[in-house]
């Protein structure tokens, strides 16, 4: 016959039976917190690669600078009648009272390739004439091309003149009008000169909008700010070589078209403060996930666009904050995507369904 | 001794229960490991999906570089060797007509309007030219050596990653090997991107972008359509559609511009308070060694005038 346990038997048999299952629920709690971490992390992967998607949608796009589907989240399509918004449709924005130029209608084309032969996109002006003190010791060159049709140049050059070329001139003018400097850098030629015959003060030198120099950073409505040390014509490398153009998302209204025609210090001589205007003005951000549960992590893209030694850059960021750890995490990468112009080729104008804004026939 | 009927009973209880709890705790590792696998898997294939979409997106910077590369360069003529054929732009830059034509052959066009060009992006296992990767041709020489601390230059450099025969008898044996390259296909490269051009107007493409393994074919009708060969890469129609399916495909628009770059940095930046215009003059020569005079503005084939991402596919590309 078995006999039954002893007391120490059981006590033993109690403690290891105890310490078997202690290690079995440290086990399946450890495999449990396992799993729960790998969840996080999977979690905090696809929330990081959702922001990643929805940065290179926006760069694609442009929905959140201009929703092409709610008029009420279309902030860059106002002007003042002078002045206008780089979503502005080319029928209100670019639609001068003189339908011809030099024989060629005087509006934008959207079929034209400028081709460089064509003598109608040859700058005619003259590289070495000053905006600010210049004697036109070379001669009045705004005899030969001008923003107007009879530009009165005074006893020197002879009085009321009639340029023969002005089609140039006027296709900058009113790109500048009509997109702001980022648009207009844009929408010209990679070889551009930067700058026009006739100006509000003075139908002789240049239009100071375009080439006279301005204090950086500061001053609105002056292409140029790299200083009073340069005053020529040039090209829009040095234009974006000390500022930036951007593409304003955060401002609408009168904001917006400042901020359209404003350099921002983000080079040589910038600070702090420099850098946090340009985010201000020119990044976007929005949280990739609006609605989520609390221990999800925090995810937000952004999106800046601008132009800088000429070169133009589609600056994305997703940046995700762990609600567990606190850590902040930020993936930044530049893309090649859709150009303003490509952007205002995918929206219609609001006038007439089957152009876009550009005046092209409507092919999204 | 027989035990008891009713202790075999209960170690038999005991033993099952034992069983039962074990298979019970095996069985929860086991789903919270399967679920786990599950998760990782599911995010490998997630990651694998944005890694091919990277991979679609760098095709388009591949695409407009083929776009300007071949609005100028890449039309030279192996029959006549003393001529190295030049083109000038999608839209020629002497007369506007379409491109690109050479020089000698005003009447060429070797992508008129509606030409596809179809490029797929692995890599070569030994590109055309290649030169050696060899990082250091002339080492310098260790303290035994009576040449120590000097920087020779006994050994030419680059040299080509076909061998010429160095330091022996140089010859041009391997010329033409050293010239064509290696074409085959480097089997990691393989099946991953590619992208597709065609040209809808004078200076204007649909640019296809795809990162996955169908070479850019548009589908299995086009690669039937191309014959034998292009059905043997693929073999049978549901390995095509399989691929198609996985991989994803972007379209763009794009413009090719005959404009390049602006005027250069010192040319009209610096030195404004002499006579700059002279002194930096335009296609001056005499300061190429400083880069201060467009001379040194390479930039020949072009430029993209603007981008346009298409929100679907198109009828014709």
Not at chain 1, 23 to 51: D, H, V, Y
């Amino acid at each position: 016959m078995r006999r039954a346990f002893s007391l120490i038997e059981t006590c033993i048999a109690i403690a290891l039976g105890s310490v078997i299952a202690g290690a079995a629920l440290a086990c399946l709690r450890a495999a449990s917190s396992a799993i729960a971490s790998a969840n996080r992390l999977a979690t905090e992967n696809s929330c990081m690669r959702a922001g990643f998607t929805a940065a290179l949608d926006e760069a694609d796009f442009w929905q959140a600078v201009d929703r092409a589907d709610d008029p009420t989240r279309q902030r860059l399509r106002g002007g003042d009648g002078v002045r206008w918004l780089p979503f502005a449709p080319f029928s209100l924005s670019f639609a001068p009272t003189e339908s011809q130029i030099d024989g060629l209608p005087n509006r934008w084309t959207p079929t034209d390739p400028w081709p460089a032969h064509d003598p109608r996109y040859w700058f005619r002006g003259n590289l070495a004439e000053h905006t600010m003190s210049t004697d036109n010791r070379w001669g009045y060159y705004e005899n030969f091309t001008h923003l107007e049709a009879a530009p009165d140049l005074g006893p020197g050059g002879s009085g009321i003149a009639s340029p023969r070329h002005r089609w140039l001139f006027n296709q900058m003018e009113g790109l500048k009008n009509a997109l702001g400097y980022y648009g207009l850098c844009e929408y010209l030629p990679a070889n551009a000169l930067y700058a026009v015959y006739g100006d509000r003060d003075s139908a002789v030198g240049w239009s100071h909008e375009w080439s006279a120099p301005t204090p950086q950073g500061i001053e609105n409505n002056y292409l140029s700010q790299r200083g009073a040390d340069c005053d020529l014509p040039r090209g829009d490398y040095v234009l974006t070589m000390y500022h930036l153009f951007a593409l304003p998302v955060n401002a609408s209204g009168a904001a917006a078209l400042a901020e359209t025609r404003h350099g921002l210090l983000t080079g040589r001589d910038s600070n702090s403060a420099h850098v946090a205007a340009f985010e201000t003005h020119a990044r976007w951000t929005e949280r990739t996930l609006a609605l989520r549960p609390a221990h999800w992590p925090d995810v937000r893209m952004s999106v800046a666009r601008y132009v800088a030694h000429g070169r133009f850059t589609t600056q994305c960021a997703v940046r995700w904050l762990s609600p567990v750890t606190g850590d902040a995490v930020e993936l930044s990468f530049t893309t090649l995507a859709t150009s303003l112009r490509g952007a205002r080729q995918q929206r219609v104008d609001p006038g007439d369904p089957s152009r876009d804004l550009d005046g092209g026939t409507y092919q999204p | 001794m027989i035990a008891p009927r009713w202790s075999r009973t209960a170690r038999a209880t005991r033993d099952g229960t034992v069983l039962i709890l074990v298979a019970g705790v095996a069985a929860i590792l086991a789903a919270l490991a399967i679920a786990f696998l599950g998760r990782m898997r599911e995010d490998a294939a997630e990651s694998r999906m944005i890694t091919r979409e990277a991979q679609a997106r760098i095709m388009l910077v591949a695409a407009c570089s083929y776009l300007r590369e071949a609005s100028r360069l890449g039309y030279d003529d192996p029959a006549t060797p003393t001529v190295h054929e030049e083109a000038f732009g999608w839209v020629d830059v002497r007369d506007g007509t379409d491109g690109p034509k050479t020089r000698e052959d005003a009447s060429s066009n070797a992508f008129p309007v509606g030409s596809v060009a179809r490029c797929p992006m692995h890599l070569w296992t030994r590109t055309r030219f290649a030169i050696s990767t060899a990082a250091c041709a002339n080492p310098i020489a260790d303290e035994s050596s009576p040449d120590f601390g000097r920087p020779y230059l006994r050994n030419p450099d680059p040299r080509p990653a076909v061998d010429n025969g160095w330091p022996g008898s140089v010859d041009a044996a391997r010329w033409d090997d050293f010239a064509r390259g290696d074409p085959r296909p480097r089997p990691t490269s393989v099946g991953m991107a590619w992208f597709r051009v065609k040209r809808i107007a004078s200076s204007r493409f649909v640019v296809a972008c795809g990162g996955g393994g169908t070479e850019g074919w548009r589908d299995w009708n086009e690669v039937a359509a191309a014959g034998p060969d292009a059905i043997a890469r693929f073999g049978h129609r549901e390995v095509f559609d399989a691929l198609r399916d996985d991989e994803p495909r972007l379209w763009y628009r794009v413009e090719w511009s005959p404009a390049v770059s602006d005027n250069m940095y010192q040319l009209l930046e610096n030195r404004i308070h002499i006579d700059h215009y002279a002194w930096r003059a335009f296609n001056a020569s005499q300061d190429f060694g400083d880069g201060r005079s467009q001379a040194m503005n390479r930039n020949p084939v072009g430029t993209i005038r603007w981008i346009q991402r298409l929100a679907g596919e198109p009828a014709d590309w």
